[in-house]
């Protein structure tokens, strides 16, 4: 038999099934590296008919593998844009930024090994400065103790781990894990890349993370389907990025939220596997859920030249009634893009979805004066680093190569993955690069998450860059304000790179040679997959060990970056009394203002010291100001985190008091640890952002909120509560807040509700979720 490492080099053949002789009972593996994990497609078939029969309509390809996944078909409530799904992902993927809270919080609850498969892939924390190999060991050097710690957590808990240098995140997941029918979460909000291979995956907080490798189900709100149809054939050269960049000008930012963008017709089955995973993964720039395509000949293609023939052909057994949308299934809306007629597209600057068509890039560019000289192009990245993107990129090159013409523009490629990497310096397209001018990074994000030290101008420079990325929002690659950045393909980036003019149309507009003649660039030329198979280059998957009783997870005690955390105390079974409002914040508190991002994430496995940014972005209510707020018993003024922690050293549990929508913004669970670490007991607000009041919950916080909105007014920063009623809580009673005013007026009552179910009220009593979980473990070990 083949090992995983070795089969993935072995060369397949291209279109057409494998005939082994499976059938529907078939028990398949997920991957080519577990032996634990199978597909489920049988039982998420039998939940598909059930709803179905409940429903009593077709249903569209998405919502087949999401009700297919439910945890209970038969008691769910279902309506698009309506209900709470309870759902069960075949699997978890994190990257090494958001992996260390996810794992920190799934170690406490002392579970043996995670309840779903799962990975972890260090990809982000690698800075590009002068090329792939040197900035690896750099960043190997500079980030040990957290990848010491990730692979060590990985062994112990058994977790795949992809080390540094494997690969970015999702193009490890789509040569590896993802296979059509699948559902996956991923702490990355591009993990919707994998549904180039016609699964779901969605990007979620690390807290969702945690509760899936614990066994709890996942909630989603039950997504509303956009259908995007796909008609004719792209050439020349259009290629799958226009798609996507076309319909983020459809759409705008916003448009696909609370969506999910499933996409349909004949144009569908015209372009590759790898080019649908582009679309996929920029789908996060609309907003959108996910993105998914429905399971078709390239992603047989692209399964065979990876190795999953088996999987391929299991899925084809499925095709029929699980892996296809039902004629006749209806879409919340629909956009129409005709391939036949798209154009290159050109989105920017500062915005993924300002779209303009080449042909009217130039006068577009000079209008709004955005600087014409291109002075870098970046191409590779999750989005855009597959053998087609390299070998169409390399085409041009080359072409202009043979007219004597390097790059004007200073020219970097992040291959998507060492298997990538590994496959074009065998194929000669790296070496094209290089004699190009170009520099080729580590297998890592570099440059589009910002961990780029980039040297050819100075902050605060206007200038103007392409790249082949996904975001290109105000200084997310250089951490330069004046850069204008602007998104593309890789192909365009390159010729952008070729003439360095912002201006420029390879369609239309000549270049001049070394020789002094006019020639026009020819269109690019590329294959999708690599007629020789792939080269898997270096083996970085460390699998864990079969003996896990022996591992233990390396923690540093006197580092700051890291810090175990400890169980969370369970609740004492009385009402509070007497407690000071650390802040009443007014106006928007988002999860930003509530734990700042920027220099803080380097603490995100530290809570102890990441929770010096509790709240420092609030605006307290009495002064106006940001982390200036009264301690009551000292009536010193101090930051809002060394109030909290003042509190708690006293003794003294505390409240905040929120306005609007408290905690909205992205799904950050070191909002709602970081209070509970400093000794909060309630957060009482006019409303919440559900993720968050979720997160609070969680975590053993109260969120409660007003019943009549009024008294947050009447309510003032330096008077005390009581919260009563507590050991009656139950979901749907409400709790009284008793409230004692500062200028010594009579107390006053005033009620709040909550959004407790039965399940989530033993997290408060146990303290956390977590707690309740390690709680059920231990007894189940009795
Ligand atoms: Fe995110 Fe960019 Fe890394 Fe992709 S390459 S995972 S978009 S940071």
């Not at 409530?77 to 699997?91: A, E, M, N, T």
């Not at 789908?283 to 088996?310: C, W």
């Not at 896990?548 to 400890?566: A, E, M, Y």
């Not at 380097?602 to 609030?618: C, D, P, Q, T, V």
Request: hydrophobic share 35%; with cysteine.
């Amino acid at each position: 038999m083949l090992s995983a490492r070795t089969a993935l080099r072995a060369p397949r053949s291209i279109r057409g099934l494998a005939t082994s002789g499976l059938t529907k009972d078939s028990q398949v593996n997920q991957n080519l590296l577990e032996t634990h994990s199978f597909i489920q497609y049988k039982k998420q078939l039998e939940n598909v008919k059930i709803v179905k029969e409940r429903l009593n309509r077709p249903l569209t390809y998405a919502e087949k593998l999401l009700y297919g996944h439910l945890d209970d078909p038969h008691g769910q409530d279902i309506q698009r844009g309506v209900s709470y799904l309870k759902l069960r992902p075949d699997r978890v993927a994190c990257q090494d930024a958001t992996a260390q809270m996810a794992i920190l919080q799934f170690m406490s609850a002392n579970l043996p090994q995670v309840a779903t498969p799962s990975t972890v892939h260090c990809d982000h924390l690698i800075q590009a400065q002068v090329g792939g190999v040197k900035d690896l060991a750099r960043a190997i050097d500079l980030n040990k103790e957290v990848f010491d710690f990730l692979s060590s957590a990985c062994a112990k808990y058994n977790l795949g781990f992809w080390k540094p240098g494997s690969g970015i995140i999702h193009q490890i997941i789509l040569e590896n894990y993802a296979f059509p029918g699948a559902l996956l979460i991923g702490t990355d909000s591009h993990t919707p890349n994998a549904g180039g291979l016609g699964q779901l995956a969605i990007g979620v907080g690390g807290a969702d993370a945690v509760d899936v490798m614990a066994d709890l189900a996942w909630e989603l709100k039950a997504p509303k389907i956009i259908g995007v149809k796909l008609t004719g054939k792209m050439s020349g050269w259009t290629s799958p990025k226009d798609i996507i960049l076309k319909l983020a000008g459809i759409t705008t930012v916003k448009g696909g939220t609370g969506s999910i963008v499933e996409y349909f017709g004949s144009g569908v089955e015209t372009f590759s596997c790898t080019g649908m995973g582009t679309i996929c993964n920029m789908g996060a720039e609309i907003g959108a859920t996910t993105s998914v395509f429905p399971f078709n000949p390239s992603m047989v293609d692209y399964l065979n030249a990876t190795g999953r023939s088996e999987i391929a052909e299991f899925a084809n057994i499925y095709k029929k009634e699980y892996l296809s949308a039902d004629e006749g299934c209806e879409y919340d809306e629909v956009i129409e893009i005709d391939l036949n007629t798209l154009e290159p597209h050109v989105n920017g600057p500062f915005t993924p979805d300002l779209a303009t068509p080449i042909s009217k890039m130039k006068e577009t560019a000079l209008a709004n004066n955005w600087p014409m000289e291109v002075k870098v192009g970046l191409i590779g990245s999750c989005t855009n680093s597959s053998y087609e993107d390299m070998t169409r990129a390399a085409s041009i090159i080359k072409d202009a190569g043979a007219h004597g013409l390097k790059a004007k523009s200073i020219y970097t490629v992040s291959p998507g993955s060492e298997q990538v990497r590994a496959t074009i310096a065998r194929d000669g397209q790296l070496k094209t690069f290089e004699d190009f001018g170009g520099v080729v990074m580590a297998n890592a994000c570099g440059p589009c998450i910002g961990q780029w030290d980039r040297q050819d101008i100075k902050k605060g420079d206007k200038n103007t860059i392409v790249s082949s990325f996904n975001r290109n929002f105000t200084a997310r690659n250089d951490g330069n304000p004046a850069t204008h950045a602007f998104v593309a393909s890789p192909e365009m980036t390159t010729a952008y790179a070729i003439s360095g003019d912002l201006g420029f149309n390879p369609i239309t507009d000549t270049l001049v040679g070394a020789d002094g003649k006019e020639f026009k660039l020819k269109e690019p030329q590329g294959v999708g997959l690599p007629p020789n198979g792939y080269d898997a280059g270096e083996n970085t998957y460390q699998a864990p060990p079969k003996d896990r009783s022996t591992v233990s997870v390396q923690i540093n005690p006197s580092s700051d970056r890291l810090q175990k955390l400890t169980p969370f105390k369970p609740w004492d079974g009385k009402d509070a009394t007497n407690m000071p409002i650390l802040i009443k914040a007014v106006g928007k508190t988002t999860t930003d203002h509530i734990s700042m991002a920027g220099p803080w994430l380097k603490y995100r496995g530290h809570l102890e010291n990441i929770s010096n940014n509790y709240m420092i972005g609030a605006t307290n209510a009495e002064n106006g100001e940001a982390n200036n707020v009264k301690n009551l018993y000292t009536s010193e003024y101090k930051g809002v985190p060394d109030t909290a922690a003042d509190y708690r050293d006293a003794g003294k549990k505390w409240v905040v008091i929120g306005d609007e929508n408290f905690g909205e913004g992205s799904s950050r669970e070191h909002a709602a640890l970081e209070p509970r670490f400093l000794g909060g007991f309630a957060i009482i607000t006019k409303s919440f952002a559900r993720i968050h009041e979720t997160n609070l919950k969680k975590q053993g916080l109260l969120p409660l909120n007003f019943v009549d909105v009024a008294d947050y007014d009447k309510i003032q920063p330096e008077d005390t509560v009581d919260l009563l009623g507590l050991t009656e809580l139950a979901p749907g009673k409400n709790v009284t807040l008793r409230v004692h005013p500062k200028n010594g007026d009579a107390a006053w009552d005033a009620q709040l509700s909550h959004t407790y179910n039965a399940e989530q009220i033993e997290w408060f009593k146990y303290g956390s979720a977590l707690n309740k979980m390690a709680a059920v473990a231990a007894e189940k070990k009795n």
